[in-house]
């Protein structure tokens, strides 16, 4: 092994983050892209999806944490929850760990991300062999078109918007969520950079605006994203985050947290005024 290699995350032409690998874990190529494990000096494990870090052992609590834990305690009652994405396997991981939830569905289109996160990552795919868990393969937009069940939360836990992750930002897919939505559902999704983004934020953030009463924008820091601060968007059709926020529910869940707690939850939707200003009448924070 070469004790010099390097992977380094370009994003697009002026900025680059850089890790010290020590050993490639599972390289493979998808129907849908490149897949790679590697084991990092000082991050642990780390999945990249077409040479974009995914998930670092070191930080992924932070970002697994905040797109969960915010709308299952915002939401009185999360019985039935939808992922969308999410393949390594954090997400569902933290939707478990909720007693009230009875049935959790995860759709994935990309089995190589799967089952190379079963192998190499326990630390976050360790649930998706859950009892409560169903994993479907498959097409997470054709998905929403054609179930009928209805879900209480939906997280749209994706890449960025391009190759499969594409249409997971547009308006159609957003009214199908709506209509699988309980009539006081909440959806989260992954909502970009703030510094590097706020364009892609701005699209996102007309679309929900377009389908739901209730959008807002909320933040949480991260060591391997371009920038550190990433975001969430929640769209709702009832619940407010903070208003409708039970802060007993969260100390009586008897649930350890690694970043999430009950005040950082409502500070997460306190935005810097870059990002206020950048998405002025586009989201319900203030």
Same mark, same amino acid.
């Given at each position: 092994?070469?004790?010099?290699?390097?992977?380094?995350?370009?994003?697009?032409?002026?900025?680059?983050?850089?890790? !010290?690998?020590?050993?490639?874990?599972?390289?493979?190529?998808?129907?849908?892209?490149?897949?790679?494990i590697v084991e990092t000096k000082g991050h642990g494990k780390m999945l990249l999806n077409d040479g974009l870090v995914m998930v670092t052992e070191r930080d992924e609590f932070a970002y697994h944490d905040m797109i969960s834990h915010v709308p299952l305690f915002t939401h009185p009652a999360p019985?039935?929850?939808?992922?969308?994405?999410?393949?390594?396997?954090?997400?569902? #991981?933290?939707?478990? #760990?909720?007693?009230?939830?009875?049935?959790?569905?995860?759709?994935e289109i990309d089995s190589m991300v799967v089952d190379a996160c079963k192998e190499f990552? @326990?630390?976050?795919? !360790?649930?998706?062999d859950h009892d409560?868990?169903?994993?479907?393969?498959?097409?997470?937009?054709?998905?929403?078109?054609?179930?009928?069940?209805?879900?209480?939360?939906?997280?749209?836990?994706?890449?960025?918007?391009?190759?499969?992750?594409?249409?997971?930002?547009?308006?159609?897919?957003? #009214?199908?969520?709506y209509d699988c939505l309980s009539d006081d559902g909440i959806v989260v999704s992954q909502g970009e950079s703030s510094w590097y983004a706020l364009d892609i934020q701005q699209s996102l953030l007309t679309v929900l605006n377009a389908v739901f009463p209730q959008t807002y924008l909320y933040s949480f820091s991260n060591l391997t994203y @371009?920038?550190?601060?990433?975001?969430?968007?929640?769209?709702?059709?009832?619940?407010?985050?903070?208003?409708?926020l039970d802060v007993n529910r969260v100390t009586n869940s008897g649930l350890s947290f690694d970043y999430y707690n009950a005040n950082l939850h409502s500070a997460a939707f306190a935005l810097p005024n870059f990002v206020r200003n950048g998405l002025a009448g586009l989201i319900d924070n203030d």
């Open positions: 092994m070469n004790s010099n290699l390097w992977i380094e995350e370009k994003f697009e032409d002026f900025l680059g983050l850089k890790f !010290k690998v020590e050993k490639v874990l599972f390289s493979g190529k998808s129907e849908y892209q490149t897949v790679d019985k039935n929850v939808l992922i969308i994405g999410g393949g390594d396997g954090g997400t569902a #991981r933290e939707v478990l #760990r909720h007693c009230s939830v009875e049935k959790c569905t995860m759709v990552i @326990p630390q976050t795919a !360790k649930d998706l409560k868990l169903t994993l479907i393969i498959g097409d997470g937009v054709e998905f929403v078109k054609n179930t009928t069940e209805k879900f209480d939360v939906i997280i749209v836990d994706s890449t960025d918007p391009i190759g499969p992750a594409q249409p997971l930002f547009g308006e159609a897919f957003y #009214r199908d969520v @371009p920038g550190g601060l990433w975001s969430f968007t929640f769209a709702t059709k009832k619940h407010h985050p903070i208003n409708d």
